[in-house]
């Protein structure tokens, strides 16, 4: 099995990646990154020499690079991350969205499509990796289910709702094997520190404030990476072909009562008097259109392929604190001009 994933130098694409390679040594894994500014090969330290792994700069965007290297390497499977992830990012610049979330969506089901006609082929499965928010917002009561509407709101969920709708019409129209799972908001390692959780870490960590954007009030449905990652493996060996299937931990959380929590973790690990951090959180202007609450139904999952989260929300917070605080290096680079330097120089040996 030659398997393609894309967006694999991202945060949730290198734990799927690593599971992948670390799990099955028989499969070869090509992970296909633009390496943008969230894309790191840092967080692929420990595989990158691994026999079956092998890492390919490319953009999803670029139709002709795309083509060729599905012609080249007659792949069986695409697991497909690669996206703009950033809500606050497709306010400001929305067309860098439909870029590479729609675009480079369809570039990819176009040679998977033409790969999968081919009679010498056997290309097995377009796995496409999406997102809640798909699903708009909700109210104080209520859950996503796979039945649920779609209805977007933010630049960033349009264009992951338009990639999956392309993702459903390939499968519909062409007969293209393909499959979409639907997760809620991700935490733990490697993760991007202009996301909520890890931006708090670092402010915490530099004494900085805490921008809550609002009154805190909005609500997120918390899961650890890596089981995000495990129910991927799973989805991708055991799901029908055509299926959708949603992830997530029933874990909702408000925004200020997360902060609170890692206010207090922190307090603990950073030795300071109980209370200390939460001085730090400041309410700031809201974010434009703010989904109110996220909450999803993963009973599909649960049920017929029997994956389940595996981490409480307090023991996933905490290690995942300490893995920043283990991470220094990590942290300080992505966070300063040494690593623009180090892909120069990653590049140059390769
Ligand atoms: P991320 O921003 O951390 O990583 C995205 C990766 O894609 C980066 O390595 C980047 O370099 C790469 N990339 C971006 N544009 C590219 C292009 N044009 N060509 C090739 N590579 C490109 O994102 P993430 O948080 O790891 O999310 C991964 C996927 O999971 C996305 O599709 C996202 O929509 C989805 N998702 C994320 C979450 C979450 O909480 N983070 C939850 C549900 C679903
Ligand atoms: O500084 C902040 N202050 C704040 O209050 C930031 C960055 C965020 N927030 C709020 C906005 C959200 O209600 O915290 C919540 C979480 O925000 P983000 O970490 O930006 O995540 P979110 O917008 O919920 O989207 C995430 O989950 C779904 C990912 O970034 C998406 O890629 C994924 O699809």
């Given at each position: 099995?030659?398997i393609?994933?894309?967006g694999?130098a ?22 296909l ?27 999803i ?91 977007p ?8 709702a ?9 499968h ?36 900085k ?142």
């Amino acid at each position: 099995m030659k398997i393609l994933i894309t967006g694999g130098a991202g945060f949730i694409g290198s734990h799927v990646v690593r599971l992948f390679v670390n799990k099955y040594p028989n499969y070869t894994i090509h992970n296909l990154d633009k390496l943008t500014y969230a894309g790191n090969l840092a967080n692929l330290k420990d595989i990158e020499k691994k026999p079956n792994y092998k890492f390919i700069k490319g953009d999803i965007v670029d139709a002709a690079f795309i083509n060729a290297l599905f012609e080249k390497e007659n792949y069986n499977a695409v697991i497909h991350l690669a996206a703009e992830s950033h809500v606050d990012r497709s306010i400001t610049n929305p067309l860098e969205f439909v870029m590479t979330n729609v675009i480079g969506t369809v570039n990819l089901l176009n040679a998977a499509k033409t790969l999968y006609q081919l009679s010498t082929s056997n290309f097995k499965l377009f796995y496409h990796v999406s997102t809640d928010e798909v699903y708009g917002a909700l109210g104080e009561t209520g859950i996503f289910t796979e039945e649920t509407a779609y209805d977007p709101h933010s630049p960033y969920s349009a264009s992951k709702a338009g990639s999956d709708h392309f993702v459903r019409a390939y499968h519909d129209t062409y007969g293209l094997p393909a499959l979409i799972s639907n997760c809620s908001n991700n935490y733990g390692p490697n993760h991007f520190p202009e996301k909520l959780i890890p931006l708090c870490i670092n402010n915490i960590k530099n004494n900085k404030p805490l921008p809550i954007y609002g009154k805190g009030e909005n609500v997120r449905d918390w899961l650890f990476v890596e089981d995000h990652a495990r129910a991927i493996d799973v989805i991708f060996h055991n799901a029908k072909v055509g299926s959708t299937y949603n992830i997530g931990g029933h874990n909702e959380w408000t925004n200020i009562n997360v902060i609170r929590l890692l206010c207090k973790i922190m307090d603990k690990k950073l030795n300071r008097a109980e209370g200390t951090n939460e001085k730090l959180i400041t309410f700031v202007k809201d974010r434009a259109g703010h989904d109110l609450r996220y909450a999803i139904d993963s009973s599909k999952l649960q049920n017929e392929l029997g994956w389940k989260p595996s981490l409480q929300f307090e023991e996933g917070l905490e290690k995942t604190v300490d893995w920043y605080l283990a991470n220094e290096a990590w942290l300080n680079d992505v966070t300063s001009g040494n690593y623009a330097k180090y892909y120069e120089e990653q590049y140059a040996k390769r």
